[in-house]
């Protein structure tokens, strides 16, 4: 017989602190709370001031007069802001700046204000939802022995808080009491976790009768919880009425700030947490890792480059200076003092090259990126739309990664609601070693046994009871009793009780004290439910316990294949748990997913000893996951096997596909399951990431000396070819995961894996999931890709370079830790080989092309200070410097990153090959850097050049006089806009070339002429050291000007 208290083996049922915990995976709370606490004391003032209930989720929570130094703190701890406020200042002192005092400071100014406006509207629209939620939502607030109407804002801890049905809680409470008998309640956390589940919670019994408000307001005692912490699904806490015994807290008694009441008319809370302190403010402030961009940090380092090319010329101009012969030309010296001369020179041309590096690249930078955000949002070829649900578009959460989404080289994929559409149906199941199908005419046979009397029809309808009786699933019935409703914290739950329901046992009702279960229509049973152990990604099972109509008492157990194994009856039938392990192979070779269900009895005096253990574990201040666990541990044991389920989770459309193409753009697809072997194995094979011609190597070891052994084999075998690209597959459990990520074999684990087109880890945890992520990351240096619906993704989501996440039957919680969110799998080739691919040969345009555009120009003052003895001369009028960056090059890299398209999005689609080109990383390499500089460099001599010799005949003009060097800047000027422009028209792929080209050129002349025109005009009205009244007319009446303008964007072609 198979149970507790049955058999001579001794029980240990001592309460040991000391005893060892089980390791929870996944980043989950530690259990119980330190010996820091919080006490909240009830119906009176508290003695500790606590944080008021008003948020505030602005970026700037102050007031507009602390705005201003905080925004500006904000800007110019950026380097390149605080270069060129260093410039702008040193613009400031007298008879050292050669482009004037506001030439830097003015586009400073612009570029800061733009950024501040930006910021300001985001920061008025978070203030104004703040204040909507603080000032003009009411709740009822219990005050002495009356109910009082207050803002949010204004609940404190300790307050007694009334909730009606369909209002949202306003801070973190504790359930007294409900409506409802035994004070159950309903709640909804869609805003929480995305769950539209309906979650059951339950008021302690020592409260579940304050219903009135007279008895409420005398309740006196305390409450000890934890300290404020963002872990949703985990709360300890004690209540302690006067002259009662304490009681245990745990997440049942938690109603979440977020969470709203649902199907329940009232409940009383008591407020433990209030405002920032709230778990749901508490996730919001834990934003996830801040992550950069390959291109943001390689564009750092080429603007640090910049910077030293820029001292390194000042230093050449400045020695160049020094050494020209002051005896023939004394009036360039500005002073006797070598020393200082040489300071000063350093100055004037830093301050004279500046532009050097791009004032305006970041703010360029944001506007294309927030544009290309807005593509991916707006994009109709990722649209899903649900049978009977919202449409769900791709968003981007953010959009500093648009362009990493065109280099991934690996993706790491989970594989439940990713790869599959987590909508599960229980299709087989096996018992007492017997095959049963939910197809006909199978169906028919199970039905047959369990109204018969046939050999194994008792174990059979103790399985079909579990499969009714073991679960969380909270039945809900319609108004007219026509339709019976199931919600389940997992599809899993839900496709197993319906399951049952099909089969005749029907799941009915459910309190917190008891279960009923109609059983085939013959009459309803009640299960008394004594004590929950529930499931954990560590646990990997749950169990029930249970007081039969019989009377008898029951432990109820399900979980994985390995788990429930290792406690089964030593004397357990060996034939039967044979041909049952031989069932679970053939469901996961079907890529189905596995369940184990086994029961023990257990007799009243065992399980009166164990209970007490139980609670007091339940109660334990500290560590009490671990003391839960323990407990569990000691009842957990001697089972009976009763069957196995096996449930479908049918592949999302198009994913075979889709596969197929990221495999053929040279991108390695890695699977990350919790699953058994076979069943991901299968799923690999339906996916095409496995195929009939691939080796497959299979690591399933028991201990860090056979897995190192088994790597060396595989090493061996790969030869010269390894970390190479070879038609290979891995498949890894997670116990043998665990030996692969010590540091003494990880580096062998990641050569084999590199070494493979396709990997599949089994059994893995959440921390797993991560490590994983994170070695491939830190030691590849290759940009890693993490895709996932549940929360058990977020710790890879946010450990890989992009995370996507799903939008699906587990909830918000991966979509809302992602970076870009979509609402299927599919659409990630569309994400990365169109919009990734796009992006990325965007931004490299757009930052290369910003600097050359400024190198080039800045090249032609180092030429002209080259003729003009060194002195610091510019050869531009002043403003024209910043109109440069301001308006005549402004626009170019802006059409660029919005507009240009390399290739079309079918073409790229259809050949996934396409995607290669970008992942090498060449369009932003440092070769692909240093030759644009090598074009910047030609160019500039070039610009500069031909217009000198122009301007240097004898005649220019009609009245018999030359023009001057302030002639020849301005023809400089004019031609340099004329090249930049034409450069990029050259580097659009989606138009004509020459139809872009003399549009830009055009544009760009009608341009000038609409500026320089009244410049010319109306400046001579301001006092200024440059005469440029004449200089535009004049150059309009030369011959020569104007046929430079057109032989010199011939030379350059030529180049």
């Not at 991934?408 to 229980?426: P, W």
Request: net charge negative.
């Amino acid at each position: 017989m198979c149970g507790w208290g049955n058999s001579d083996e001794p029980v240990n049922m001592k309460d040991d602190d000391s005893a060892g915990g089980s390791n929870i995976a996944g980043g989950d709370a530690p259990g119980g709370i330190s010996s820091e606490h919080r006490t909240v004391y009830l119906n009176v003032q508290q003695p500790s001031k606590y944080c008021d209930n008003a948020i505030c989720s602005a970026k700037y929570k102050y007031k507009l007069l602390f705005f201003l130094p905080v925004f500006l703190f904000e800007q110019f701890r950026k380097y390149q802001n605080m270069f060129f406020l260093v410039i702008a200042l040193l613009q400031q002192i007298p008879d050292i700046s050669p482009t004037g005092r506001y030439t830097t400071l003015l586009p400073l100014i612009i570029i800061t204000i733009f950024s501040g406006i930006k910021e300001i509207v985001e920061d008025l629209k978070r203030h104004a939802a703040d204040n909507e939620i603080n000032n003009k939502r009411i709740v009822r607030v219990l005050k002495g022995q009356q109910w009082m109407d207050v803002k949010w804002r204004e609940v404190k801890v300790g307050d007694i808080v009334k909730v009606e049905n369909g209002e949202p809680f306003p801070c973190d409470l504790v359930l007294l009491s409900s409506s409802e008998p035994q004070a159950v309640c309903f709640v909804e956390t869609a805003n929480l976790d995305g769950e539209t589940n309906l979650k059951i919670r339950q008021g302690l019994p020592q409260t579940a009768n304050l219903i009135d408000t007279e008895v409420l307001s005398k309740l006196s005692g305390t409450v000890e919880c934890e300290l404020p912490n963002k872990f949703l699904y985990n709360f300890t806490g004690n209540l302690k009425e006067t002259s009662r015994q304490r009681a245990p807290l745990s997440p049942d008694q938690l109603l979440l700030r977020g969470a709203r009441l649902k199907n329940t008319k009232w409940v009383f809370g008591l407020a433990i947490y209030t405002g920032h302190e709230t778990k749901l403010m508490k996730n919001s402030a834990s934003s996830a890792p801040l992550k950069r961009s390959t291109i943001d940090k390689n564009s750092n380092s080429y603007i640090v480059l910049l910077f030293f090319l820029l001292m390194i010329m000042c230093s050449i101009m400045t020695i160049a200076n020094s050494q020209w012969p002051s005896e023939l030309h004394w009036y360039l010296t500005l002073d006797d003092r070598e020393i200082l001369n040489f300071g000063m020179n350093f100055i004037t041309y830093a301050i004279l090259l500046n532009n050097l590096i791009p004032i305006s690249l970041q703010v360029t930078l944001e506007f294309v990126r927030l544009v290309q955000a807005v593509y991916i949002n707006k994009d109709e070829a990722m649209l899903y739309e649900p049978e009977g649900g919202e449409p769900i578009w791709a968003t981007a959460r953010t959009s500093n990664l648009n362009e990493e989404l065109g280099m991934v080289k690996y993706v790491l994929s989970d594989k439940t609601g990713t790869l599959t559409c987590n909508i599960m149906e229980f299709k087989r199941c096996s018992i007492n070693g017997q095959i049963y199908s939910m197809d006909n005419p199978t169906e028919d046979d199970l039905k047959e046994v369990l109204t018969s009397n046939k050999e194994g029809s008792t174990q059979a309808k103790n399985f079909l009871t579990m499969m009714a009786v073991c679960h969380t699933v909270i039945p809900d019935m319609n108004s007219d009793g026509s339709q019976l409703t199931y919600h389940a914290a997992s599809p899993d739950e839900r496709a197993l009780v319906e399951g049952a329901n099909r089969l005749g046992y029907i799941f009915e009702t459910r309190t917190p004290e008891y279960c009923i279960i109609n059983v085939q229509g013959k009459g309803r049973e009640r299960y008394d439910v004594l004590n929950v152990l529930e499931f954990t990604s560590a646990r990997k099972r749950m169990s029930v316990i249970v007081k039969t109509p019989q009377g008898k008492i029951k432990l109820l157990c399900k979980g994985a294949d390995n788990v429930i194994y290792e406690r089964l009856k030593e004397s357990h039938n060996t034939s039967e748990k044979e041909i049952t392990i031989q069932n679970l192979e053939e469901f996961a070779e079907e890529g189905l997913r596995t369940l184990c269900y086994a029961e023990a009895e257990v007799s009243e005096a065992f399980y009166k000893e164990w209970n007490e253990t139980f609670k007091k574990a339940s109660t334990a201040m500290q560590d009490r996951d671990r003391k839960l666990e323990d407990a569990a541990q000691l009842i957990e044991n001697n089972l009976c096997l009763l069957g196995t389920t096996a449930i479908e989770d049918k592949l999302q459309d198009q994913v075979p596909e889709t596969i197929a193409a990221l495999l053929k753009a040279g991108i390695h697809v890695w699977v990350l399951t919790g699953d058994k072997q076979e069943t991901a194995i299968n799923i690999g094979h339906s996916c095409k990431l496995l195929n009939q011609d691939m080796r497959q190597h299979i690591l399933n070891t028991q201990s860090l000396d056979e897995t190192r052994e088994k790597l060396n084999i595989i090493i061996q075998d790969f030869g010269e070819q390894l970390k190479c690209e070879n038609e290979d597959a891995l498949i890894v459990d997670g116990k043998t995961l665990i030996y692969c990520l010590t540091p003494d074999l990880k580096k062998d684990f990641l050569d084999v894996c590199i070494s493979c087109k396709s990997i599949i880890c089994c059994r893995v945890s959440p921390s797993q999931k991560a490590e994983v992520v994170e070695l491939l990351t830190e030691e590849t240096k290759s940009i890693t890709l993490a895709i996932g619906d549940g929360a058990n993704d977020v710790a890879m989501i946010q450990a890989a370079n992009v995370g996507i996440g799903i939008n699906g039957q587990e909830g918000l919680q991966a979509a809302s830790a992602s970076d870009y969110a979509i609402g299927q799998f599919r659409f990630l080739s569309r994400l990365m080989f169109v919009h990734g691919a796009w992006n990325y040969t965007r931004l490299c345009k757009v930052i290369l092309y910003s600097f050359y555009k400024n190198i080039m120009l800045q090249l032609v003052e180092l030429w002209w200070s080259a003729l003009s003895g060194w002195s610091g001369q510019v050869l531009f009028d002043r403003w024209s410097l910043t109109m440069y960056n301001l308006l005549f090059t402004a626009f170019q890299p802006l059409a660029m990153g919005i507009f240009d398209r390399s290739c079309n999005a079918k073409t790229r689609m259809e050949n996934p090959v396409l995607y290669k080109e970008c992942q090498k990383g060449s369009h932003f390499s440092f070769g692909m850097f240093l030759l644009w500089l090598f074009q910047a460099l030609v160019h500039s001599a070039l610009v500069f050049a031909l217009p000198y010799l122009t301007m240097t005949q004898d005649v220019a003009w009609s009245h018999g006089k030359v023009g001057g060097y302030l002639m020849t800047g301005n023809m400089v000027y004019a031609y340099a806009i004329i090249i930049v422009s034409l450069k990029e028209s050259l580097l659009k792929e989606n138009e004509s070339l020459f139809t872009t080209m003399y549009f830009e050129v055009y544009i760009k002349i009608l341009q000038w002429q609409i500026v320089a025109r009244p410049s010319a005009r109306y400046l001579s009205q301001i006092p200024s050291d440059f005469v440029i009244i004449p200089i535009y007319y004049k150059s309009l009446s030369c011959l020569i000007p104007w046929y430079r303008r057109s032989s010199l964007p011939l030379t350059w072609l030529l180049l």
